[in-house]
């Protein structure tokens, strides 16, 4: 909800944006400016493939272990999750370039149009999180990306960590110093300097 205004911006006016909220989802244990740094960047490269418009659809879902068993994938361990599906009717991406997108600067945009830092971003911060995703495409019917992120259950013996009262640190112990942040796209860089800065 909180990222819809910026994506309609983001995806322009011929890409029809629908959002399906689940229901019963479980808690994760994500930064939340990365995971909209996540949602961004699969908006983003949904726009592109689709450039005569289409609909960029959003929703999330609940997964149970059992339905997690059930998709007898070798790499998804049977456990609840909670899921977000980022999907395009765009160009697709043939079977041939699939295996290859999370890798870091692999690109099929020209030169000048994108850094290939995109999804293998997005790779980073979902496994960083914990969690899986998956790309299913079909050439000229779309793609779907899918993110698992597992369920945080607080453990019965977890317990808010004690606040340590100690002096904060003088300004002399701080370091200074400047972050670069390079990015084409507006509003991505927008969303990055946001999460960075907070």
């Known amino acids: 909800s909180d990222v819809s205004s910026l994506l309609k911006r983001l995806i322009g006016e011929n890409v ?15 930064d939340p400016g990365q995971i ?3 949602i961004v960047n699969l908006a983003v490269n949904a726009r592109d493939a689709m450039p005569d418009g289409g609909i960029l659809s959003i929703q999330t879902f609940a997964v149970t272990a059992a339905q997690a068993r059930e998709m007898r994938s070798t790499v998804l361990p049977a456990a609840d999750y909670t899921g977000l599906r980022v999907s395009d009717t765009g160009m697709g991406i043939p079977p041939e370039i699939l295996p290859k997108i999370f890798e870091p600067f692999f690109t099929t945009k020209e030169v000048g149009k994108g850094t290939g830092l995109g999804l293998s971003t997005v790779y980073g911060i979902v496994k960083q999180s914990g969690g899986y995703i998956f790309a299913d495409s079909e050439v000229g019917h779309g793609t779907s990306f899918s993110v ?7 453990g019965a013996g977890e317990k ?3 606040s340590i009262k100690s002096a904060p640190p003088s300004r002399g112990d701080w370091g ?3 972050i670069l942040l390079v990015e084409d796209e507006d509003m991505v860089r927008a969303v990055a300097e946001r999460a960075l800065t907070r």
């Open 16 to 30: 029809k944006l629908e959002v399906t909220h689940g229901r019963n989802l479980g808690h994760v244990r994500a």
């Open 176 to 178: 200074t110093g400047t």
């Open 160 to 162: 808010e960590a004690p």
């Open 36 to 38: 909209e740094q996540v």
């Open 148 to 154: 698992y992120l597992p369920v945080h259950m607080a």
